[in-house]
C-alpha cells in the first residue's frame, strides 16, 4: 500500500530526515513511533502527500506521488495532528461539506454521512454545531469525515491524544475494522499501549532514521516491554 524509496526531508543544512526506505503492506495498521523532533509528523506528511521530499519518491497503492498526485490522494485520507474544523457548521453539514469537495454523488449521501456519525458514537449529537463538541468529539468528528470516502490508507497523526478511554476504543476498534477490511491505516502515536495493542507492525524513529521495525514480537526482547525499548533506543531512559 505504501511504498518508500529513499525519501528525505532537508530544511537548508537540517537534515529533519535522512534517506528511508519503507514498506507498509495492505490490511495492515503500521504505527510509527518517536520523540517529538524525531521527524515522525514530517514523514507522515510526506506520506500523505502534504509536504514534498527533498528526495525519493513515494508509490501509494502503487500510484507515484510524484506523476499522479491526485490519483495518489484519491486513496487516502490525512488527518494532521491538529485537523481544523468549521465550528458554526453541525457535525452533519460538516460531513456534508466534505462531501462536496469531493464530488461525492447524492445518491445514498445521507445515509453514509449517518453512518459514519454512528460509528463514531455522534448520531445523536449530528445536529449539534461543532464549537460545542469536546475535543474527543472534534476526534471523532475528524475520523468520520477522513472515512466519509472510503479510502483505501488512512494516515493519522496522535489520533488518541485527548480521548476518554471510551473514544479512545472506539477508534481502535475502527482502525481494526479497516484492516479487516484490507484497508490500511499509518498512525502515530506516543502511546506505547496504544501501539502495542492496535498495531500488526511498528518502526521506532530516532534523530530522522528508522531505528527499528517489526512486530512487537520481534523487536521487544524476553521480559521487555514496548515502552523498555523505545526508551532505550531513543537515549531517552
Known sequence: MIRARQIEKRYGSFQAVWP???????????????????????????????????????????????????????????????????????????LR???DIYNMPSAGLADRVDARLAEQLLFEQAD????????????????AG??????RLLIVDEPMVGLDPRGARQIKKVFRDLAAEGRTVFLS??????????????????????????????????????EDLFLRVTGAA
Open 189 to 226: 502515536t506516543h502511546t506505547m499501549e496504544d501501539a502495542a495493542e492496535v498495531c500488526d507492525r511498528l518502526a521506532i524513529v530516532h534523530k530522522g532514521r528508522i531505528a527499528v521495525l517489526g512486530t512487537v514480537a520481534e523487536i521487544v526482547g524476553p521480559g521487555e516491554r514496548l
Open 20 to 94: 528511508l526506505d519503507l514498506e507498509v503492506r495492505h490490511g495492515e495498521v503500521f504505527g510509527f513511533l518517536g520523540l517529538n523532533g524525531a521527524g515522525k509528523t514530517t514523514t507522515l506528511r510526506m506520506l500523505g502527500g502534504v509536504l514534498p521530499p527533498s528526495g525519493g519518491e513515494i508509490w501509494i497503492d502503487g500510484v507515484s506521488l510524484a506523476t499522479d498526485p491526485v490519483e495518489a490522494r484519491r486513496r487516502m485520507s490525512f488527518i494532521p495532528d491538529r485537523p481544523y474544523l468549521y465550528d458554526k457548521l453541525t457535525a452533519r453539514e460538516f
Open 146 to 151: 477522513a472515512l466519509l470516502t472510503e479510502p
Open 128 to 143: 449539534a454545531l461543532v464549537e460545542s463538541f469536546s475535543h474527543g468529539m472534534k476526534q471523532r468528528l475528524t475520523l
Open 97 to 99: 461539506f466534505l462531501a
